[in-house]
């Protein structure tokens, strides 16, 4: 079946652009998250929405950085005024529930701010 | 603050050796333990979880880890590994009061010689 979608799957921009990751969950489920993975270091959680609750932004690493869930279900990162630190694989999972429901991983999508 | 550590960072073994990668935790309270494997060119699965129970986990593919609370620790085992055991091994935990909140360990590379 059709698992989680994130587009686009690579990204190049120069240094001070605004870009937009997409993600799309699996249908019905009703978690979704977004990690980054910087080289050498571990999944870093960034934000997790769940129904139409108020998204758990406490990941987000400064005000650059924002997410959206349109009705319930499609997702977008968006940063603003990128810098070369910014430079990761951004990772979607999505989940069933809240309650601990194992993650659904999308592929990513490798951001590189020139 | 809370933490995933997994101490290797890259395991190389023969075709059928044991394996054993270590995870170790810092959260004082009531956790969930999850181990992930990302093959290469492939998002990230879940392998096992932990959530209450038998401490002793079995997974996917032959995979088993044991959760021993006095030492924090979950780490994943396989009795004899294979070529196509070749992987990212990630451990993360989810403290229970916080079902949003997963926390990554760096990850171990797995390299099976055929």
């Known amino acids: 079946g059709a698992g989680v979608s994130q587009s686009p799957s690579n990204k190049v921009t120069e240094k001070g652009k605004d870009v937009e990751l997409r993600c799309d969950p699996i249908s019905g489920h009703t978690a979704l998250y977004w990690y980054r993975q910087s080289l050498g270091q571990g999944l870093e959680f960034l934000i997790y929405?769940?129904?139409?609750?108020?998204?758990?932004k406490s990941g987000l690493p400064s005000d650059r950085f924002s997410a959206e869930r349109t009705g319930g279900s499609v997702s977008t990162l968006t940063i603003q005024r990128t810098q070369q630190e910014d430079s990761a694989v951004y990772l979607c999972a999505s989940s069933q529930d809240s309650s601990n429901q194992p993650q659904h991983f999308g592929d990513g999508t490798r951001l590189s701010i020139l | 603050a809370q933490s995933v550590s997994q101490h290797n960072h890259h395991v190389i073994l023969s075709e059928a050796a044991s394996l054993e990668l270590g995870c170790n935790y810092s959260?004082?309270?009531?956790?969930?333990l999850f181990w992930y494997v990302q093959y290469p060119g492939q998002h990230l699965q879940l392998l096992l979880k932990?959530?209450?129970?038998?401490?002793l986990v079995k997974g996917i593919k032959g995979f088993e880890a044991e959760f021993i609370k006095s030492k924090f620790s979950f780490n994943l085992r396989k009795p004899s590994v294979q070529w196509s055991d070749t992987a990212e091994y990630f451990c993360a935990v989810t403290p229970y009061s916080s079902a949003s909140k997963i926390i990554f360990g760096s990850g171990t590379r797995l390299s099976i010689r055929p």
């Open positions: 932990y959530f209450s129970g038998d401490p």
């Open positions: 929405f769940q129904g139409n609750s108020a998204p758990d």
């Open positions: 959260y004082g309270g009531t956790v969930n």
